[in-house]
């Protein structure tokens, strides 16, 4: 493999994180705009994470609760 390929793989993979981190941004922008209620907004969100990613919601520091609520 040369330092070409190597150099490609590794930009596809930032380029594919980045795309999820902005679909993520977008779909919380535009629940955000629809009034959802923030608990359907962090239930949306936490869709795109991994099961084993998540942080519940009861484990989240007291100011984030408090603009989640």
Known sequence: MDFA???AG???SRTLIQVINLEII???AISILDNNNPI???E?????I?????RPLSRMR???QAETK
């Open 50 to 54: 991994t099961v084993k990613d998540r």
């Open 62 to 64: 007291p100011t984030q």
């Open 10 to 12: 590794k930009l596809k």
């Open 26 to 28: 977008f779909e919380g």
């Open 40 to 42: 359907v907004v962090y």
């Open 5 to 7: 390929s190597l150099i």
């Open 44 to 48: 949306k969100l936490s869709s795109f």
